[in-house]
């Protein structure tokens, strides 16, 4: 009984030992005295594993919003015009766009999560030690907006100059199809179609009735045009 305690009690410590190094921020230890003479440090410590594959530096504490300071973002999802079983999904989506544009940012350790309140969904980003705060809501805050165009009425139109007008704005006006017209979207493989040759994906929109009749109209008006 008191062996088994007292392996217990040793193994407790060595792992409590071992977390405090690990945790703890490198500390330089230097005595130069008639003494002792010592030049070096304890915790902080900075390794790799197999060839380098890995490395683990913990030579700084991981420091959140109370030590090193930041910027915390609640957002409310709105949810009109999902269908109830879809929200977790349209979260979880939404969540993903939020972490891909954090970490354009280059900052370290973002906390991204999603939380419900009563009915209400919303996010919560935490973007420890960032300058600046204003470009940070900027970049989170921008709702992603999907808008089908089509050429103005009034531009000549042929196959070669495609690639001119897909990089001039000017000369595309908006539809009034937008991502509101979509149920949803989905990626597929038609190795069976003759425009998909090479078995690439193709994009599936699947719009609500009101916009399949708005996408149908648009779609007549513009023949032969993208």
């Keep these: 009984m008191f062996k088994s305690l007292y392996f217990r009690l040793g193994l407790i410590s060595s792992l409590t030992a071992l977390a405090l190094l690990v945790v703890l921020p490198r500390i330089n230890l230097n005595f130069d005295n008639k003494f002792i003479k010592l030049n070096s440090f304890i915790g902080g410590y900075k390794f790799s594993l197999f060839n380098g594959k890995y490395n683990f530096d913990f030579t700084k504490f991981k420091r959140g919003l109370d030590l090193e300071g930041g910027v915390r ?5 709105k949810m009109e015009g999902i269908e109830p079983k879809d929200y977790q999904n349209a979260i979880d989506s939404a969540v993903q766009v939020l ?6 940012l280059g900052v370290s350790e973002p906390y991204i999560a999603p939380i419900k309140v009563g009915d209400e969904y919303r996010i919560v980003v935490e973007i420890p030690g ?3 705060i204003n470009d940070a809501v900027e970049l989170v805050g921008q709702t992603a907006q999907l808008k089908f165009r089509a050429l103005k009425k009034d531009t000549q139109w042929s196959s070669d100059k495609f690639q001119e007008y897909f990089f001039d704005p000017q000369v595309w006006e908006d539809t009034g199809v ?16 003759k425009s998909n040759i090479n078995n690439s994906p193709n994009i599936r929109l699947i719009f609500s009735k009101e916009g399949l009749d708005k996408f149908s109209e648009v779609a007549k008006q513009n023949v032969g045009k993208p």
């Design 99 to 104: 972490e891909r544009r954090v970490n354009l």
């Design 73 to 77: 973002i609640v957002l409310k999802a």
């Design 178 to 193: 937008t991502g509101a017209d979509l149920k949803g979207a989905e990626v597929i493989f038609n190795s069976g179609s």
């Design 130 to 132: 960032l300058d600046n």
